[in-house]
């Protein structure tokens, strides 16, 4: 006969093997910037037109050579006040906080007005 105590250790463990290793969604700030001045951290060029985010330098986690950083041309999508775009990470924002993003003039014009500048996101992995 089996015990309710064991079926209760059971649903537990069942429980914590199902939830999500890593978090889904995510909530922060974006502004943007001017990308096409020179290579980023992931080793290429962009321009204000291409769909591309820096990512905030604590979850970009550069290693000692950032081009070989597996985030690099990982796509997310991202929602802000006016819609949402889907973005390409080919950079690095140093000067961003954990969950906040730096988009292209062309993905922020996706999801707010530039004269905004600063506007509440969320985003998560494509």
């Known amino acids: 006969m089996v015990s309710a105590k064991f079926i209760t250790v059971l649903a537990i463990a069942a429980t914590a093997l199902a939830a999500p290793v890593e978090k889904r969604s995510y909530s922060g700030a974006a ?36 081009n070989a950083n597996p985030k690099c041309g990982k796509s997310m999508t991202v929602k802000g006040p006016k819609g949402s775009v889907t973005v390409t990470v080919l950079d690095t924002c140093p000067g961003c906080s954990n969950n906040d993003l730096d988009l ?23």
């Open 104 to 126: 292209s003039p062309a993905a922020f014009d996706k999801i707010a007005d530039q004269a905004q500048g600063r506007v509440p996101i969320t985003w998560e992995w494509a």
């Open 31 to 66: 502004t943007y910037y001017n990308p096409s001045a020179g290579t980023n951290s992931c080793g290429t060029q962009a321009s204000d037109s291409d769909m591309m985010v820096a990512l905030n330098a604590p979850q970009m986690a550069n290693g000692a050579n950032p």
